[in-house]
């Protein structure tokens, strides 16, 4: 399943606030974005317990139990995880990743709370979620019937809502910096191949893997950095951390270049540092610049300005990397207006890509 509309992290939030007491809500999305994490804080702001079954792992006995002989009749006992007697959420994570008889199983317990004779306390709450087919993730065809039963939602990753929460989290400062400065590469898609990919989860590895090292404290040799970076990230995302790794030296030179304190690197050796910065630079333009000419503003005229000067003295660096600042891709592009006076100005930079 993939829905025509995406919700961050605090709009997820509050769609469970708001319905899951009274409906089973169902989160769709990539691998390690964060959708575990944020059912343990919803339970958490309801002070209920939060219980988590990986629906991969089941089979059906674990949900309905086993039966016991009671006089002349039998009865099933559910498993002690799930029969208690005070109300938690449970959480039913990769649901979709069930074998057809285990999500049988479950609907009985989603659409009425109750498994056999043994119903769920009042107040409880029942949450699932999953991966997408497109995420090359183990999904099964879900049952419309189970479908049916729930409420669905896709969460995306939020660069700016994850900053804040690494910022609270103590993670790494290089991979919150990095994020800042690249918010675009806090995620990537899930590649066909078996390579690790960016997601919030894998950042946090990462983040991990460098405070265990002591890095920054410590000067790490470059094949250490490396394979922190390529074990845990997208091939290109791990590319770029090591160039910005190689610039912390200078943590502020993008914004010294915009400033006119410094000039874009040009010796051969930094090419990795001057295409990092150029990436840098784009994010930037994509984040910062409005989208109509008429939402300028007097300081925004000068950055305006000064990024005409800073691509056409990039181009007489390194004429392609120049062109990727400007370029056209299929996720973000410069606005329309900033790109007819770049063609006006730089008109070999644009029509001879």
């Known amino acids: 399943m993939n829905l025509p509309i995406t919700v961050t992290q605090s709009d997820l939030l509050e769609i469970l606030l708001n319905i899951a007491p009274s409906r089973p809500v169902f989160i769709w999305g990539a691998p390690g974005i964060g959708k575990s994490a944020l059912v343990e804080q919803f339970a958490a702001e309801l002070g209920l317990p939060c219980v988590s079954l990986l629906g991969s792992q089941l089979a059906p006995e674990d949900i309905i139990g086993i039966p016991q002989i009671k006089g002349e009749t039998s009865e099933f006992l559910p498993p002690k995880m799930i029969a208690r007697k005070e109300p938690y959420v449970l959480f039913l994570d990769e649901l979709n990743a069930c074998s057809q008889e285990v999500q049988k199983a479950f609907y009985s317990l989603i659409h009425e709370r109750r498994i056999g004779e043994y119903h769920l306390p009042v107040g409880s709450i029942v949450v699932g979620a999953g991966n997408r087919a497109q995420d090359s993730a183990i999904v099964k065809t879900m049952s419309s019937a189970l479908i049916n039963r729930m409420f669905h939602v896709q969460m995306k990753a939020d660069a700016r809502q994850w900053i804040k929460w690494a910022q609270e989290n103590h993670l790494h400062p290089w991979v919150i910096d990095y994020i800042i400065q690249r918010p675009d590469h806090l995620f990537s898609e899930p590649p066909k191949t078996e390579e690790p990919f960016s997601t919030p989860r894998s950042w946090h590895m990462l983040s991990?893997?460098?405070?265990?090292?002591?890095?920054?404290?410590?000067?790490?040799?470059?094949?250490?950095?490396?394979?922190?970076?390529?074990?845990?990230?997208?091939?290109?995302?791990?590319?770029?951390?090591?160039?910005?790794?190689?610039?912390?030296?200078?943590?502020?030179?993008?914004?010294?270049?915009?400033?006119?304190?410094?000039?874009?690197?040009?010796?051969?050796?930094?090419?990795?540092?001057?295409?990092?910065?150029?990436?840098?630079?784009?994010?930037?333009?994509?984040?910062?610049?409005?989208?109509?000419?008429?939402?300028?503003?007097?300081?925004?005229?000068?950055?305006?300005y000064r990024a005409k000067e800073m691509i056409k003295e990039l181009s007489t660096i390194n004429f392609e990397i120049a062109q990727m600042v400007v370029a056209s891709d299929d996720e973000s592009n410069l606005p329309d207006w900033f790109m007819i006076e770049v063609i006006r100005d730089l008109p070999r930079l644009v029509y001879n890509k």
């Open 208 to 304: 991990d893997a460098l405070t265990e090292y002591g890095a920054g404290n410590r000067e790490l040799s470059g094949d250490t950095l490396k394979m922190l970076a390529y074990g845990s990230l997208s091939p290109s995302h791990a590319g770029m951390f090591l160039a910005y790794t190689k610039s912390l030296s200078n943590n502020h030179m993008l914004e010294n270049i915009i400033a006119k304190k410094e000039k874009w690197p040009a010796k051969a050796e930094d090419r990795d540092i001057l295409y990092f910065l150029a990436q840098s630079f784009r994010a930037k333009l994509i984040t910062e610049l409005p989208k109509s000419k008429q939402a300028i503003s007097g300081n925004m005229l000068s950055f305006v």
